[in-house]
């Protein structure tokens, strides 16, 4: 069979985290930063480890079966490569920014040099508003871009803000759009084995956000508390031992499992137990 041709980010804030998620579904990576394609035969895929910005690109055109980019990035290329899932790192918000106290609504573009590495995206949005404007592109460090007189406002990428605050900008106007890592295909017909692939992302995903809760309840409480653990399927209830009780299993969200632990406390749970999953298939 063919081998699955997957595009990794090969630097930049999504290259780390998207090796770590494939790692963690079983396959191979690099281990020197320099490589830039490894086959990993047992599993049948070949990565290609590209920039992040080009990925789209050659998953849309059809080179690649599939790929990690930014949202952003996906958007901004304007390529036919689709969405299949969000990857839950690489998060960030694309807006626009100003000098402090000069812009509050995105009606004051007009007539501005806007600075950005993502023409696209701006371009797009300036044309949906029927905004006229000048667009910059600059490869990077855009919010350098005002103070050296080039622009007057900036729109980019926006984590923590402090860029930014470094750079004396402040955003004005809502979120352009909401970014994260993305697995990209072309659409349309799923090459061979990519099922798999696509499948055990996921499994590395619902490990990351999942824990597994064990507990032991009197039979009486029972409906009470599988109604706090409904699993995913539906809870494993075994019988105890002791006259009476049943030990629970179930897969909880790890966002709020303390506060569970606490209700189930409540309600006559003991033993309560919560451990990591490395991996599942649902
Ligand atoms: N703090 C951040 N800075 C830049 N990009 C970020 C950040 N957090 C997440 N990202 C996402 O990473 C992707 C940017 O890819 P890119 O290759 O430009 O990385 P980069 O960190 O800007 O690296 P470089 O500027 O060295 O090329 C986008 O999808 C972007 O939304
Ligand atoms: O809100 P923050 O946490 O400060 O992060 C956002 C900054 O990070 C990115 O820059 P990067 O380091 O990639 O440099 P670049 O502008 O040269 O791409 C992005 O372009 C912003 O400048
Ligand atoms: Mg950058």
Same mark, same amino acid.
Request: hydrophobic share 45%; charged share 25%.
């Given at each position: ?7 990794? @980010? ?30 990993? =035969? ?56 100003? @000098?402090?106290?000069?812009? =509050? ?19 797009? $949005? ?67 084995? $990519? ?33 706090? =653990? ?22 909880? @969200? ?10 189930? $406390? ?8 919560? =451990? ?7």
């Amino acid at each position: 069979m063919a081998l699955l041709r997957i595009a990794v @980010p090969n630097k930049g804030s999504l290259s780390l985290s998207a090796s770590e998620i494939l790692r963690e579904s079983g396959y191979r990576q690099r281990d020197d930063a320099k490589q830039l394609t490894l086959t990993d =035969t047992e599993n049948g895929v070949e990565f290609f480890y590209l920039r992040p910005r080009d990925i789209a690109l050659y998953v849309g055109e059809g080179t690649l079966d599939a790929g990690i980019t930014g949202r952003d990035l996906l958007s901004d290329s304007g390529a036919k490569a689709e969405e299949v899932m969000g990857l839950g790192f690489g998060r960030s918000r694309f807006r626009f920014a100003g @000098p402090k106290g000069v812009y =509050t609504d995105l009606l004051q573009l007009a007539g501005t040099r806007i600075a950005t590495s993502y023409d696209g995206v701006v371009r797009a $949005f300036l044309e949906e508003r029927g905004i006229e404007a000048t667009v910059v592109r600059l490869d990077g460090a855009v919010e350098t871009s005002i103070q050296l007189g080039v622009a007057d406002v900036i729109a980019d990428v926006v984590e923590t803000g402090s860029t930014l605050r470094q750079a004396g900008l402040e955003v004005f106007g809502d979120t352009i759009l909401e970014s994260e890592a993305v697995l990209v295909t072309r659409g349309g017909s799923v090459p061979d084995g $990519f099922e798999i692939f696509r499948r055990r992302i996921e499994g590395v995903l619902v490990a990351r956000s999942y824990v597994m809760m064990d507990y032991d309840i009197k039979s009486e409480h029972v409906a009470a508390a599988v109604a706090l =653990t409904p699993g995913i399927e539906s809870p494993t209830v075994s019988p105890l031992h002791r006259e009476g009780w049943v030990a629970v299993r179930a897969m909880v @969200p790890r966002a709020g499992a303390q506060r569970l632990m606490d209700e189930l $406390f409540e309600i006559g749970a003991r033993g309560i137990l919560l =451990t990591d999953i490395h991996a599942c298939r649902l």
